[in-house]
Every structure is written in C-alpha cells, then in structure tokens.
C-alpha cells in the first residue's frame, strides 16, 4: 500500500425538480445534499471523513422539436443540457473546490415510457487542500448514465445506472488517484410525496510515480436519500367566537438523507481506516392553508374529519351545506374529487364556465378551441374540466360511443380500479385462479378482480368480509377510500423506496 493522500469526492444533489416527463431529476451525478441556502457534500483523505459546503449554481437548457403528430413541443423534448457550478470550502481545514460540469440528456418518449441517456460534455475540479492541489480535467473523466420512467398517469416511477472513472492528478501528475464508481437509483414521483435514493460503490486506487511500493487502494459505499412528504392536519379555532370552528393545514416537507461507509488506508500505512457516518439537511416547511368548506350534515359521523378534507380540497362542494354523505357517487363526481385531491392537471376553459380548481393557470393546458371529448359532457356541465383531465390521462375512460356517462353512480369495484390504475399495481396480483379473500369474491368483476386485491393488500380498501363491488359508492365511502389511498402516498410507499433501501 502507498503512503499516498487520497481524495474521493462523492457529489450527489438531491433536488425536486419538476420537467415535462421526468418528473425528479438529479441535477448532480454523486453524492451529496442541499436545502434552500446550502450545500454539503463528503470528501475523503487520509482516511478521514472531510465536510465541504457552499454554493450549487444549476442551469438547465432544454432544446424543443415539435412531433409529427403534435404541436405541443413541451411533449417532444429530446435534448437536455445541464450546467453545474461549485464553489465549496472547508474553513477549518482551509480546504477549497472549485467544480464546472456540463452534461447533455438525450431521451425518447414511447407511450408512457421515456428512456435517457446523460454524457459528459465538459468537466473541471480544483481542490486544494494541505499545500496539495488535485485536479480533474475532462479529457480525465469518463462517465455516462441511463434512466427509464415510467408514468401511470399520477406516479412516477423511474430507475438509473451509471457507471464513471475518475482520474486526480496531483502536484502535476506526480500523484494519481483513480475513482471508479457504480451506481444505481430508484424513486417515484406523486401528489402527496416523492422519493429518490442512490447506492453508490466506490473503488479508489492511489499511486505517486516517484517512489516504488506505495500504491494503495480503498473503498467506500454511499447512500443517498431524498424525500418530500405532504401532510395535513386539523387545527381547531381558540376563541369559540368565530365564523369557524377550525380548518386543515398542508405542510409540505423535503429532507435529505445521506449514509456512507469506508474502508482506506491510514497515512502511517498501519491498518486500514473503517468507519461509517451519516448526516441530513431539511428545507423550511411549506404550509398553506386550505378553505373552510359549509357542510353541516356531516357532523358527528365516524369519517367526519376525511369528509371535510376532501371537501377542504374541493373534492366535494365548499359552498354545498348539505352532501348526503349517504347518497351514491356519479361517474362526473368522483373525477372532481378524484382531480383536485391528486392535484391533477385540468384543462384551461372558458371564464364564464362555473369551475372551482385550486390550480394556477400556469399549470393548466389551453384547449379552449378544442370539441368536448364526450358528446354527453358538454364545456358548461359542472364537471366538465375535471373529466376532461382524468380522460387525458387516461384514468377514468369514456363508456363506449363517445360516451362517459357523467351522472351514473360509480360502483365500488370501478373506484378501486380507478385508484389501483393510478399506481400502476394491478400486474402485480396473482396470476391464474386465486381469491381475494372477500366471502363476495365471485362477485367481483373479472376486470376488477386484479385491483380490488391489490387494494385490498395495500390497506387502501379494509379487509371486511364482504366488499360488495357492484354497490354503487357512497360519498362518505368515497372520502374514506380517497383519505386511505392519500395515507398509502405518504407513507407505504415512501417507506418502500427509503427505509427498505437505507436500512437493508
């Protein structure tokens, strides 16, 4: 083993940035973390762990063709350029890096598949520490990465491989030090929370080309995470003079979870320097405060509180006094609550047309010129923007003959299918003869069977001994079934791609 001073410098950022089918990009490429004024970052040398933070400068310029068979270039997109810059110090080390890459993303959309592939256009680093400078040009630097994503119509869910060798030279190529690192990722992307983490593998080999038997090799694994969760609560009023008793409260959170291990040599050459270390950083909370809806026939039933949140969002009425709690759902109905709870983009439409969305205009498509997709939901029903939108993506379809049917009642099996469809989990039931488990299984549509027990396994329908699937849903079972499918968002599947990961 050399007695040589090794740098291995791991710079993953992880950011929620939204883009036209790549819903959670990683603007940086190796391990680190943010929030909204700093960036950290972990170097290693001398078999010590070295924290850096400063500054991360992000540019991305995208390069639009428009399809053949679309005008909507933001849907044809095939180039992506990226520009990063780090200016990073240690002050107690006296420690500096100065970092400049560029990367360009190729990727193609085929239905609801994109597929991506970043290189390396340009690379400089600059780190000086202890009277040693190390430096990595581009022409040292080999590294590409792959992506797929695939989109259900509310999540998404994407996976990523890379592979790099970097090469340091230090003190002018008297010194090298040689990274090599594999990598994967996963995440997904959805209303109420997002998750990406990394696994990174490092092998770092060393060697001073002045003095014979004193190379030395090392290696280090990093775990990454990043998460943004949306939680809400209700707050209840303190005076008891007041137009309202209390309302519900969305706090958006993000934070950032960064484990690493090592095994390098120490400096002296005796024994090797192991250890493993783990640090976060979280963003400022963001809280809005959602309408106080005017139902008053809801009051002291056991899904009271899930009611008036879905009806906070607009999911039911804000202006109705009375729901009917007990009274059937209709087809038009259910893509209102189903769209402003799953914050589902809605098409613009006309000024004069009596909509309510919580949505900004910033985040809706125009189609005022466009014929309505359904020859019975005309542009002035009430529920035309919504039905419009969950058709876009094709989470509740037409009936047959240009037909949706607005204002029939929804069944039970055709609620669970639409939520399951959201996730994209109906593959994953069983394959050939097998029960659900409810003692009305051979009522249970062949169609629907798949999603009605991929709900029921996922806890979003409860395990009762009877689901009866052709019962038309009720509003309050559908507040019950829309909060239960919200609660699955939040945490099951948060739990899945982060703790799973980080703890196994």
């Known amino acids: 083993m050399k007695k040589g001073i090794s740098i291995l410098i791991l710079t993953l950022i992880l950011l929620l940035v939204s883009f036209s089918s790549f819903a959670v990009e ?42 053949r068979n679309s005008g909507k270039s933001e849907d044809n997109i095939q180039e992506r350029k990226y520009t990063y810059t780090y200016n990073l110090k240690n002050l107690k080390l006296g420690a500096t890096l100065k970092r400049s890459i560029k990367l360009t993303e190729i990727y193609e959309t085929n239905g609801k598949q994109t597929t991506s592939q970043k290189t390396l256009d340009k690379y400089t680093e600059t780190f000086n520490i202890n009277g040693k400078t190390y430096k990595v040009d581009t022409k040292d630097y080999q590294w590409n990465q792959g992506q797929v994503v695939h989109e259900t119509g509310l999540v998404e869910y994407y996976a990523g491989d890379w592979s790099a060798r970097k090469t340091y030279k230090v003190d002018k190529g008297v010194e090298e030090v040689v990274v090599q690192t594999i990598g994967n990722l996963v995440g997904y992307d959805s209303p109420w929370s997002a998750t990406q983490t990394q696994t990174l593998h490092y092998i770092i080999e060393g060697d001073n080309k002045l003095q014979d038997d004193h190379a030395w090799e090392g290696t280090a694994t990093v775990e990454a995470s990043y998460n943004k969760t949306k939680d809400y609560n ?89 729901l009917g709690p007990n009274t059937a759902v209709s087809r038009g109905d259910f893509a209102r609550a189903l769209a402003n709870t799953m914050d589902i983009e809605l098409p613009e439409i006309e000024e004069n047309t009596n909509t309510s969305s919580r949505r900004s205009s910033r985040n809706k498509k125009n189609t005022q010129e466009e014929k309505p997709r359904y020859i019975d939901v005309p542009k002035n029903h009430r529920n035309y923007p919504y039905i419009e939108g969950v058709s876009q993506r094709n989470i509740m379809i037409g009936v047959g003959k240009g037909r949706f049917e607005p204002d029939r009642e929804l069944t039970k099996a055709e609620a669970t299918t639409i939520l399951i469809r959201l996730l994209g989990f109906q593959n994953l039931a069983p394959i050939g003869n097998y029960s659900t488990g409810f003692k009305d299984d051979s009522s249970i549509p062949h169609w629907a069977k798949d999603h009605v027990y991929m709900a029921k396994e996922l806890n979003i329908i409860p395990r009762t001994e009877y689901f009866y699937p052709n019962k038309p849903i009720t509003k309050e079972e559908t507040a019950t079934l829309l909060v239960n499918f919200i609660h699955y968002l939040q945490e099951q599947l948060k739990y899945d791609y982060r703790e799973n990961i980080l703890n196994n």
Request: glycine share 10%.
């Open 234 to 322: 209700y707050v209840e009023n303190v005076p008891n003079q007041i137009s309202f008793k209390g309302g519900f409260i969305l706090t958006e959170k993000h934070d950032n979870v960064l484990k690493y291990s090592y095994d390098l040599p120490r400096p002296e050459g005796t024994g090797r320097n192991m250890g493993q270390y783990s640090m976060n950083i979280d963003t400022n909370p963001i809280i809005t405060r959602l309408n106080i809806p005017a139902l008053r026939d809801v009051r002291g039933l056991p899904s009271e509180k899930d009611i008036l949140l879905i009806a906070s969002m607009d999911g039911f009425s804000l202006t109705a006094t009375n």
């Open 26 to 67: 990683i603007p940086g490429y190796e391990g680190g973390i943010n929030n909204e004024n700093n960036y950290k970052e972990v170097i290693f040398i001398t078999g010590e762990p070295i924290e850096l933070e400063g500054t991360l400068e992000i540019k991305v310029d995208d390069k639009s063709k428009r399809g």
